[in-house]
């Protein structure tokens, strides 16, 4: 007769994941809180925001720092370095294009239906449009990805424990994080489901950011470049 496993969490790895995601959100809170509906004004949120093109991606550095260092010291990137190999970041690019393919064609289908949808970036944090390009594509590209992978795939993974069951759990509630309930989680499930796929085959946290960071900083332009290239065949 088969038992039935039980599944326990981990509460220490999910208290980690909570605070270092509340500390993130911080920077954004402290540096564009006139962007919110109810803003906590500090003495020195002028200054942040008057600043914010500087204040904030050097906040949110730290931030990507202190989340960094915890998981290292707890020795989860041991092996993080292993194994790499041309045929394995060419598998990378190959995702990474069909990834980029599939949200292109989800999006159109979703206005040629009505509905709206838009690049994820622009939609998630619409303050950044008010910061440098240089600085949005360090954010989206590099600093976001990092903390936002360690974050949902690392430390969620250790708190579940089973890694089937993080599987489930963190690809939606990564979505839901980033839209909450509307049609624009759809692009957010595909990108979403890759880059907590490729985590779980290996528990290498370096594919999920790699994939993450690349669709971050190629989408609009493959946007571009595909409308383009079907207006002309067409």
């Known amino acids: 007769m088969k038992t039935i496993k039980k ?70 990137f041991k092996n993080t370095f292993e194994g790499w190999s041309t045929i394995r970041v060419f598998r990378l690019l190959v995702i990474l294009f069909v990834l980029l393919l599939l949200i292109y064609f989800t999006n159109v289908l979703m206005i040629r239906l009505g509905f709206s949808s838009s690049n994820h970036v622009g939609r998630s944090q619409n303050y950044l449009i008010t910061m440098p390009k240089v600085m949005q594509y360090y954010i989206i590209g590099i600093v976001a990805p990092i903390i936002e992978e360690i974050l949902w795939r690392v430390f969620l993974f250790k708190a579940v424990g089973n890694k089937n069951l993080a599987l489930v759990v963190s690809w939606p509630l990564f979505a839901f994080a980033h839209t909450g309930l509307s049609l624009e989680i759809i692009p957010y499930l595909l990108l979403s489901f890759i880059v907590t796929w490729a985590y779980y085959r290996n528990e290498n946290v370096l594919e999920s950011i790699f994939i993450h960071a690349s669709y971050n900083l190629l989408s609009p332009l493959s946007a571009q470049f595909l409308n383009s290239f079907f207006h002309f065949i067409v």
Do not use: E
């Not at 270092?20 to 003495?43: E, Q």
């Not at 008057?50 to 915890?70: E, G, K, Y």
């Open 7 to 76: 599944y326990k969490l981990n509460l220490f790895y999910l208290l980690l994941f909570v605070l270092l995601h509340t500390l993130y959100k911080i920077p954004g809170y402290l540096v564009f809180a006139y962007y919110l509906d109810n803003p906590l004004i500090l003495p020195f949120t002028d200054f942040l925001y008057t600043n914010s093109a500087l204040a904030f991606p050097i906040l949110l550095t730290l931030v990507a720092v202190i989340v960094i260092i915890i998981p290292y010291y707890l020795g989860f």
